[in-house]
């Protein structure tokens, strides 16, 4: 179709392949005089995971900021199942279907489970909570997941690394948001919670959800993704499918040594 | 099969030992056991009427401005928010009834003289309430600070506005807002609630008890109630999630200054009289009590009973130095004492589930 079906051809995808979910193209973004973001792009399908690498400090944060209406882009095109929006604020994303699992989680420490899942949208009856309701689906989502909680309604605090990015998780599938947008999903976990970790977004991936997911840990990459989106100094250099390339590829993207 | 009955039973009581001591584990509950035992001792100390039938109603109404007060800010609290101008506030509404009175006293209608100096009170603490909010949040004032600053320009704008005179020439109607006994007549029907004193509880008591039920209806039955332990808990992570953490912190400092300027109504009411220092203290007593029932000077924790039961701990420990005959410069040493004993409870409990 357009330019973005374009630009997915040069990255080397079947045309005929379905269209992306999601198409963020020559995003740019600033803070006052640090220009975080320059021309970003990148895109995800359905059942697909994409994985967006670069340096510390190259954007993928906020360009997931962007995506998840915690920051307002300065410029650039987002399309969502092949319609363009504007993204203003976290509902407008969670309205498009889009959930984003921050790097810091964005939990609430001092509430319990329930309160952490239902964070922005609890549910009312006759204008009141609704407790019951969602104590009960609360459970139903953490006996989905197969994590081992204490209770629902356990504070946060009181929980390892491991279960909070359960929590996290659970509180955008629970939604049946159909894009998830992950931020360094096992910077804080050990080795076997990463493990856990990433057959939970493999998961996620056969229930057909498109994901976007930042790691520094490049096996991970290896091991879950489908193709890979370099970002250096706010600019998206390249996107790589995973069956042409490799780790040392990859990283010369990353560092820009091949530019030398 | 007599094994696994005693299996059973084992696990009930343990799941009972379990919900006792998680039961003991709640600040509202251990704050309970704490004023009984509190009241026993007093008791045996030699005041054997504190807190019974005479007393008790007595002490309701001498709480009752507090707890308007302490209810919103227990909430601005867990919002993660304090607010320190109340008593300016309060002051300052007081201050505005009196000059209002002097000058249109005989010009209007009692009645709607009273709506008025009412109205203007209250509006007196939207305002403050608003400046802090928008200041707060809007341009991210410290609050600290700018509640510091709107006490002191409160406080300043109530001496500067009282001029010296404290004003005593109210419409005698206007007392009923203290004073007024609502149940008295049911005391004529029932005898025992004329026994009881409950018919002689005045309109504070109730103003009060309204505003705890409001209070707990909105924080723990309503969407924006968690949306305020959500602000408070993690105020970046609750925008992230949708809330709108703005509106709730200015609703927060609204609501606080309208209750510090209810306060206010309610004290003119009672003495009839609007010097600009009726009150003091008010903000140290009521940010106490709600950290004494639980509410987390970082936010995200605390209940309304907590701030009900800190705030009566407070208001027993007054009256106790003075039914006991003790000096009255020791109360301020038994609160400061108290208080430091919940901080310092608070940091080991948390301490201890931080290692946990
Ligand atoms: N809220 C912010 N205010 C100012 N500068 C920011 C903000 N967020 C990110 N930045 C800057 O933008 C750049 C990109 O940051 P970020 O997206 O977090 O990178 P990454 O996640 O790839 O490590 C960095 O230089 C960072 O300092
Ligand atoms: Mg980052």
Redo the contacts with the bound molecule.
């Keep these: 179709m357009d330019a973005a079906q374009a630009q997915l051809e040069r990255e080397g995808v079947d045309a005929s392949a379905p269209e992306p979910l999601l198409i963020a193209r020559n995003i740019s973004k600033s ?2 005089h ?1 220009q ?1 973001l320059s021309d970003a792009y990148v895109a995800v399908r359905a059942g697909e995971i994409v994985a967006l690498v ?10 997931i ?1 962007v995506l998840s209406g915690a ?1 307002r882009s300065d410029a650039g095109d987002i399309i969502v199942r092949g319609q363009r929006v504007t993204i203003n604020n976290p509902n407008d994303s969670f309205d498009l279907g889009i959930a984003t699992v921050y ?1 810091d989680l964005a939990l609430l420490p001092s509430r319990d489970v329930v309160a952490n899942l239902y964070v922005g949208r609890e549910l009312t009856s006759r204008g009141l909570l609704d407790r019951r309701k969602m104590t009960e689906e609360a459970n139903r989502v953490v006996r989905q997941l197969r994590t081992n909680l204490p209770s629902v309604n356990t504070p946060v605090r009181f929980l390892s690394g491991g279960q909070r990015q359960a929590v996290a998780i659970a509180r955008v599938v629970h939604f049946g948001a159909e894009i998830l947008l992950l ?1 360094e999903p096992t910077a804080a976990l050990g080795v076997k919670e990463s493990h856990e970790m990433l057959s939970l977004i493999e998961n996620l991936k056969e229930q057909n959800k498109g994901i976007i997911v ?1 790691s520094h840990n490049l096996a991970h990459v290896f091991r879950i993704c489908d193709r890979i989106t370099v ?1 250096r100094h ?1 600019q998206t250099v390249g996107t790589l499918i995973k069956e042409d390339t490799d780790s040392t590829e990859v990283v010369r993207l990353i560092t820009g040594a091949d530019l030398l | 099969m007599a094994a696994s009955a005693d299996k059973v039973k084992d696990l009930d009581a343990a799941a009972a030992d379990t919900r006792l001591r998680r039961l003991l584990m709640q600040r509202e509950v251990q704050l309970l056991l704490v004023l009984v035992v509190f009241t026993l001792l007093v008791r045996a100390g030699g005041a054997k009427g504190f807190l019974g039938p005479t007393h008790f109603p007595i002490f309701l109404s001498q709480v009752a401005p507090d707890m308007l007060v302490v209810i919103p800010m227990a909430m601005l609290l867990i919002g993660g928010m304090f607010d320190l101008s109340v008593t300016g506030v309060a002051n300052l509404s007081v201050v505005l009834i009196g000059w209002t009175f002097s000058r249109l006293l005989g010009t209007l209608d009692d009645t709607l003289l009273i709506i008025l100096v009412v109205a203007i009170g209250l509006t007196a603490g939207l305002i403050v309430g608003a400046i802090n909010g928008l200041a707060v949040t809007r341009l991210r004032m410290n609050p600290l600070m700018t509640t510091l600053a709107t006490w002191w320009m409160a406080q300043g704008a109530a001496t500067g506005v009282a001029g010296g005179e404290s004003r005593h020439n109210f419409v005698g109607a206007f007392r009923d807002i203290a004073r007024h006994q609502p149940l008295q007549g049911l005391g004529e029907a029932f005898p025992f609630l004329q026994e009881m004193r409950i018919s002689t509880l005045p309109l504070p008591v109730f103003y009060a008890l309204i505003v705890i039920f409001l209070g707990w209806l909105v924080l723990t039955r309503t969407r924006f109630g968690w949306h305020i332990f959500a602000t408070g808990s993690d105020r970046q992570g609750a925008a992230l999630n949708g809330v709108n953490v703005n509106r709730v912190t200015l609703i927060g400092f609204i609501a606080t200054g309208m209750a510090a300027a209810m306060c206010g109504i309610v004290w003119a009411s009672r003495l009839t009289s609007a010097p600009p220092n009726t009150l003091g203290g008010l903000e140290l007593r009521v940010i106490a009590a709600a950290v004494i029932g639980g509410a987390a000077l970082t936010g995200g924790e605390g209940s309304v009973l907590g701030a009900v039961l800190g705030l009566f701990f407070m208001h027993m420990i007054r009256s106790a130095t003075i039914q006991l005959g003790l000096p009255v410069y020791w109360e301020f040493f038994v609160l400061g004492a108290v208080l430091f004993t919940a901080v310092a409870f608070d940091a080991w409990a948390k301490r201890r589930a931080d290692t946990q």
Excluded: I, M
């Design positions: 803070f006052g640090v975080a670069g340096d510390n400090g190259a954007g993928k944060s906020t360009l900021k920051h790097q931020d930042v970002l706010g």
